[in-house]
């Protein structure tokens, strides 16, 4: 007798059919039998559910899943307030080009226009915060709505997807077939014409410099700029979302610092001193052009994959539009025989020692509290190059973004396109799933850190190998404290409620330490990276010379 399949079972099989492994959310009344297929007895073939302890945490690890795959995330919720719990991690996703798929219960397809329990138009209100967002009508449509929300999340410019599953649909016998594995489409490289034109362009520039931005991060992008490096030598600047872009034995050729916030960096004044930017896989969310353009007259080429949004201070003289990594062979093979300009090398070269310079700074005496140079460094010490490091957003993650080095790509995670709090501990916690064979590192605040603590339970639950360290200011939100103190008599809003961060960690289950004074920060920071299973290093962090951060911004064009 054939066995009846149900609305959850095309679900199922469509997550199965596009290698997704992991799912992450919180079960509810009108997605109950999607749940049951996920973690129910005859469950064998479907991913793994991590069941989480917010809605807005699945999907933050949903999108750290995707951005450590490669593959399209999942995060699943019941209706109502469980959909509405999902958009601060839908438009985080959808603005940084993590690729998701949240998938939220409905009411009855009869209950949807009338005010009953949990009834809300979620696919109307996901729409603007999505590349795709569908509510299914009919059974039989399941497998190619969630088809079309798959492809969707992984185009031109990949972000989140969003389908609505009514209670009935997911209860319903399916007669139709679900879709066999299809093929994926392939983009091809830029127009052959326009690589011989930027060849030109590059050959007649006396600075050309390459600026790396979140498309420009995965694997094959990274390869591929790794073998143009390694033939012409080419300066580049990385964005906070392209960190770890440039390798090890390629940062003394051709790393030039990120930017990403105040402009006031080594990037920027290389920027600003270009004749040509080269802009790789850049979006304009994670770094204004406004910012690092203001004046308006850089010579800008926008290579990506989908075509630039233009404005006032991002008008490129050219695009070349396809896929980045093919592109950027190509474009290694039609340069043969090209020299970096030589006339170039001594400005960069005061560029390079000014970056050493930073990377060499010993932190000033702090009283009683570590200075943040001093966190980084002692961080920089016990993380390898393997492991990856999230930063949640705050003003610890200025100054991570900033002096702390990596190697690889997507192994310093940060948010730059919305800036979220909260995503540090969910981002790690993937990290850690995904690799469990090494430390997988969380940087948060204390007030980030809060936001999304409860996950710990998770972390313990899952005995995950993971080491939070939480730079404390006696609970103040302090990136916004000190630009308020910048620009007003004194800061409003700032102060909220004391915690003890070891006890708390405690509370779950997790291993509790704190770095009692600044002398002890190497010693306190050794211990947690040899403690097993999920540890959280409370940091009491002098913020006294954060103003500096913002100190001596490039606000004019450079002599």
Same mark, same amino acid.
């Given at each position: 007798?054939?066995?009846?399949?149900?609305?959850?079972?095309?679900?199922?099989?469509?997550?199965?059919?596009?290698?997704?492994?992991?799912?992450?959310?919180?079960?509810?009344?009108?997605?109950?039998?999607?749940?049951?297929?996920?973690?129910?007895?005859?469950?064998?073939?479907?991913?793994?559910?991590?069941?989480?302890?917010?809605?807005?945490?699945?999907?933050?690890?949903?999108?750290?899943?995707?951005?450590?795959?490669?593959?399209?995330?999942?995060?699943?919720?019941?209706?109502?307030?469980?959909?509405?719990?999902?958009?601060?991690?839908?438009?985080?996703?959808?603005?940084?080009?993590?690729?998701?798929?949240?998938?939220?219960?409905?009411?009855?397809?009869?209950?949807?226009?009338?005010?009953?329990?949990?009834?809300?138009?979620?696919?109307?209100?996901?729409?603007?915060?999505?590349?795709?967002?569908?509510?299914?009508?009919?059974?039989?449509?399941?497998?190619?709505?969630?088809?079309?929300?798959?492809?969707?999340?992984?185009?031109?410019?990949?972000?989140?997807?969003?389908?609505?599953?009514?209670?009935?649909?997911?209860?319903?016998?399916?007669?139709?077939?679900?879709?066999?594995?299809?093929?994926?489409?392939?983009?091809?490289?830029?127009?052959?014409?326009? !690589?011989?034109? /930027?060849?030109? $362009?590059? @050959?007649?520039? %006396?600075? *050309?410099?390459?600026?790396?931005? +979140?498309?420009?991060?995965?694997?094959?992008?990274?390869?591929?700029?790794?073998?143009?490096?390694?033939?012409?030598?080419?300066?580049?600047?990385?964005?906070?979302?392209?960190?770890?872009?440039?390798?090890?034995?390629?940062?003394?050729?051709?790393?030039?610092?990120?930017?990403?916030?105040?402009?006031?960096?080594?990037?920027?004044?290389?920027?600003?001193?270009?004749?040509?930017?080269?802009?790789?896989?850049?979006?304009?969310?994670?770094?204004?052009?406004?910012?690092?353009?203001?004046?308006?007259?850089?010579?800008?080429?926008?290579?990506?994959?989908?075509?630039?949004?233009?404005?006032?201070?991002?008008?490129?003289?050219?695009?070349?539009?396809?896929?980045?990594?093919?592109? !950027?062979?190509? /474009?290694?093979? $039609?340069? @043969?025989?090209? %020299?970096? *300009?030589?006339?170039?090398?001594? +400005?960069?070269?005061?560029?390079?020692?000014?970056?050493?310079?930073?990377?060499?700074?010993?932190?000033?005496?702090?009283?009683?509290?570590?200075?943040?140079?001093?966190?980084?460094?002692?961080?920089?010490?016990?993380?390898?190059?393997?492991?990856?490091?999230?930063?949640?957003?705050?003003?610890?993650?200025?100054?991570?973004?900033?002096?702390?080095?990596?190697?690889?790509?997507?192994?310093?995670?940060?948010?730059?396109?919305?800036?979220?709090?909260?995503?540090?501990?969910?981002?790690?916690?993937?990290?850690?799933?995904?690799?469990?064979?090494?430390?997988?590192?969380?940087?948060?605040?204390?007030?980030?850190?809060?936001?999304?603590?409860?996950?710990?339970?998770?972390?313990?639950?899952?005995? /995950?190998?993971?080491?939070?360290?939480?730079?404390?200011?006696?609970?103040?939100?302090?990136?916004?404290?000190?630009?308020?103190?910048?620009?007003?008599?004194?800061?409003?809003?700032?102060?909220?409620?004391?915690?003890?961060?070891?006890?708390?960690?405690?509370?779950?289950?997790?291993?509790?330490?704190?770095?009692?004074?600044?002398?002890?920060?190497?010693?306190?920071?050794?211990?947690?990276?040899?403690?097993?299973?999920?540890?959280?290093?409370?940091?009491?962090?002098?913020?006294?010379?954060?103003?500096?951060?913002?100190?001596?911004?490039?606000?004019?064009?450079?002599?």
């Amino acid at each position: 007798m054939t066995k009846k399949l149900y609305g959850a079972d095309i679900v199922i099989d469509s997550l199965r059919k596009h290698g997704v492994d992991l799912v992450f959310g919180i079960p509810g009344a009108k997605i109950d039998r999607l749940f049951e297929a996920l973690d129910g007895k005859d469950s064998d073939d479907a991913p793994k559910l991590i069941v989480t302890r917010h809605e807005q945490n699945a999907v933050f690890m949903a999108q750290a899943y995707a951005r450590l795959t490669g593959k399209t995330g999942v995060a699943i919720s019941t209706s109502g307030p469980g959909v509405g719990n999902l958009t601060t991690g839908i438009m985080t996703a959808n603005a940084e080009g993590d690729p998701i798929l949240a998938i939220g219960g409905q009411v009855q397809r009869k209950d949807l226009h009338r005010l009953t329990h949990q009834s809300t138009p979620s696919a109307e209100i996901m729409a603007p915060i999505t590349r795709y967002s569908a509510e299914i009508q009919d059974p039989n449509n399941i497998s190619e709505t969630i088809a079309n929300a798959f492809e969707a999340s992984q185009g031109a410019e990949k972000g989140a997807s969003f389908v609505s599953l009514p209670q009935d649909v997911d209860d319903a016998v399916v007669d139709e077939k679900p879709l066999p594995i299809y093929e994926a489409p392939k983009m091809g490289p830029a127009d052959p014409a326009e !690589l011989d034109k /930027l060849v030109d $362009l590059i @050959k007649h520039s %006396k600075m *050309p410099v390459i600026l790396i931005g +979140q498309r420009g991060g995965n694997e094959e992008v990274t390869a591929a700029l790794h073998n143009l490096l390694r033939d012409y030598a080419f300066p580049v600047v990385e964005t906070f979302q392209a960190a770890g872009v440039v390798s090890r034995d390629l940062e003394d050729q051709s790393y030039f610092g990120r930017v990403g916030l105040f402009r006031n960096q080594v990037g920027d004044q290389l920027l600003q001193q270009s004749d040509l930017v080269i802009a790789v896989g850049y979006d304009a969310i994670e770094y204004e052009p406004r910012n690092w353009n203001k004046e308006g007259q850089l010579r800008i080429v926008n290579l990506d994959t989908k075509p630039a949004q233009i404005d006032n201070h991002y008008t490129p003289v050219m695009q070349l539009v396809g896929d980045i990594a093919t592109s !950027l062979n190509q /474009l290694d093979q $039609l340069l @043969k025989g090209f %020299k970096y *300009p030589a006339a170039a090398k001594d +400005q960069l070269a005061a560029y390079k020692a000014k970056l050493d310079k930073d990377k060499q700074q010993k932190a000033p005496q702090s009283h009683g509290k570590s200075h943040p140079l001093a966190i980084v460094q002692a961080i920089q010490e016990n993380v390898t190059d393997d492991m990856i490091v999230s930063l949640d957003v705050g003003s610890h993650y200025i100054w991570m973004a900033r002096h702390f080095r990596c190697y690889q790509p997507r192994h310093l995670l940060i948010s730059n396109g919305m800036q979220t709090l909260g995503v540090g501990l969910p981002w790690a916690m993937v990290a850690a799933m995904l690799h469990p064979e090494r430390k997988a590192v969380a940087i948060c605040g204390d007030g980030g850190f809060l936001f999304s603590g409860s996950e710990l339970s998770t972390a313990v639950q899952h005995h /995950l190998n993971l080491v939070v360290i939480v730079w404390n200011d006696d609970a103040h939100y302090d990136m916004v404290k000190f630009q308020e103190e910048m620009k007003y008599p004194q800061a409003a809003g700032v102060k909220f409620g004391d915690c003890d961060i070891v006890k708390y960690a405690e509370s779950f289950g997790a291993t509790g330490l704190r770095v009692e004074k600044p002398a002890d920060l190497n010693k306190v920071m050794n211990k947690a990276f040899n403690v097993d299973g999920p540890v959280v290093v409370d940091v009491p962090v002098d913020y006294s010379n954060n103003k500096d951060l913002a100190a001596n911004l490039i606000d004019s064009q450079l002599g």
